[in-house]
């Protein structure tokens, strides 16, 4: 390796983060100035962007984010919070908590955070403020609860990570120390998903009643009504069937993740169309605006992203990393805390899609090393980028939530501080029983 490759490439990534560059040209002109520094030619950079794109799972992404657009439009996302929302009964915090269940079955269909937090929100958070809740804490449930869209599949995130994992073999040595690993697909990432993920939405429902509890904010004056509750699930049996037919379809072995998205386009417009007929042309347009849009902007970090990991892998960065963490210790449960630590710290400040490219080739290593599953590993690591959703400096969530509630990103950033504390118990607890995450594939024969 080069000796100074590693302080050019990081160096110059860090100068344009400060200067406040995008990160998708932060990565790209860092990776650019270490392949100048090290003499390869400039097309070659072209070569390695083409070849992230080529990959058939990555097809998936597109998709489905045109899936939960449409969805959208269609009123599937609507009936589904109304679900959640007759559920929510005379009980302390109920609206809250149904705030956060909605988010759950949201991220079934949209596999974004953002787009869980913008979609809930703009039902959810006026309804809990004219129930008395106060505006910063309508938005912060909101907030945290949205982080729950990448955890629960289908997953972009865990599409992202299943690419970047699929080309990292585990070391001899790990194999010989902790026997065979399991092979890293996208289908086990959305099957080892569903019990971390309500273990993450278990820890934030216990914390919102104890602090509804403090707070005094109580139920609707209406009992908690079958009848409702029924009638809700009638109206939105369509969009209930939404992630039975997608991730049914995937598990049985009908059709693969990549499928599976195109799938779901066809569902959500027969039912928007035929059932619904809420889904218009004119609709259709602006879910293929919002698609292309979204959708370039994730292919553009994913190519910066995999050039500069590219460069990490070729200059044997991930080895040294994993070589110096382990000489510190090779406690797993002191790595786990590392892990787990340094990427709360770096959803902070990065992109989840960009953040895992990026830490994937570096991570990995450590993690077979120790005698990780990747699998786990996918899982715990996407769980704790999830919360960089609700913490500034980045917290995409707190502004979407922010823009809702008309309150100010400061005192909802404050208000949602307990909640991420909550979260990070959630994926100690997820991090430290592996069979969290590993039991469902073993299950299902995965």
């Not at 991220?107 to 809930?120: D, E, F, K, L, N």
């Not at 106060?134 to 945290?144: L, V």
């Not at 077979?368 to 960089?388: A, E, K, N, Q, R």
Request: with cysteine.
């Amino acid at each position: 390796m080069n000796e100074h490759v590693v302080e050019v490439l990081f160096g110059s990534f860090a100068l344009l983060m400060v200067l406040g560059a995008p990160i998708t040209v932060a990565l790209g002109v860092a990776a650019l100035a270490a392949m100048y520094y090290l003499g390869d030619n400039p097309i070659k950079m072209v070569q390695m962007a083409w070849s992230s794109v080529g990959s058939f799972p990555l097809m998936a992404l597109p998709s489905f984010i045109l899936a939960g657009a449409l969805m959208e439009a269609a009123g599937l996302s609507r009936r589904l919070i109304n679900v959640a929302e007759s559920m929510a009964g005379p009980f302390t915090g109920g609206l809250s908590a149904a705030t956060i269940m909605a988010c759950l079955f949201f991220g079934a269909i949209s596999g974004s955070g953002p787009a869980t937090t913008a979609a809930v929100g703009m039902l959810m958070i006026p309804g809990m403020i004219r129930n008395g809740y106060g505006r910063d804490y309508a938005a912060s449930a909101t907030a945290a609860a949205g982080g729950l869209g990448i955890v629960i599949p289908p997953s972009i995130p865990m599409i992202i990570f299943g690419i970047s994992a699929m080309g990292i073999a585990p070391d001899p040595a790990a194999v010989e120390a902790h026997g065979q690993f399991q092979s890293v697909s996208i289908s086990k990432m959305f099957i080892a998903g569903f019990l971390p993920g309500a273990v993450m939405a278990g820890g934030l429902l216990l914390m919102n009643y104890v602090r509804c509890k403090r707070r005094g904010y109580h139920g609707s004056s209406e009992p908690l009504s079958l009848r409702k509750v029924m009638c809700a699930c009638y109206q939105g049996f369509w969009a209930l069937m939404a992630p039975v037919v997608i991730l049914g379809g995937i598990y049985t072995g009908m059709f693969t993740p990549t499928e599976a998205a195109i799938v779901a386009i066809f569902y959500t417009l027969f039912v928007g169309l035929f059932i619904y007929r809420e889904l218009n042309i004119a609709e259709v347009f602006k879910a293929l605006e919002a698609t292309t849009w979204l959708a370039g902007r994730v292919l553009l970090v994913l190519f910066a992203a995999t050039i500069f990991g590219r460069i990490l892998v070729e200059n044997n960065v991930p080895g040294i990393i994993a070589g110096g963490i382990l000489s510190l210790t090779t406690n797993p449960y002191a790595i786990w805390a590392l892990i787990i630590g340094m990427l709360l710290i770096v959803g902070m400040f990065m992109e989840t899609l960009a953040a895992i490219m990026i830490l994937v080739p570096v991570m990995l290593p450590v993690a077979y090393m120790v005698g990780i599953d990747p699998i786990h590993f996918g899982i715990v690591m996407i769980c704790t980028l999830s919360v960089g959703f609700q913490t500034p400096p980045l917290g995409e969530n707190l502004f979407i939530a922010s823009g809702i509630s008309g309150e100010s990103i400061e005192r909802i950033s404050v208000t949602a501080l307990p909640f991420a504390v909550a979260s990070t118990v959630a994926i100690f607890i997820i991090a430290l029983f592996p069979q969290i995450a590993l039991w469902l594939p073993a299950v299902l024969g995965y």
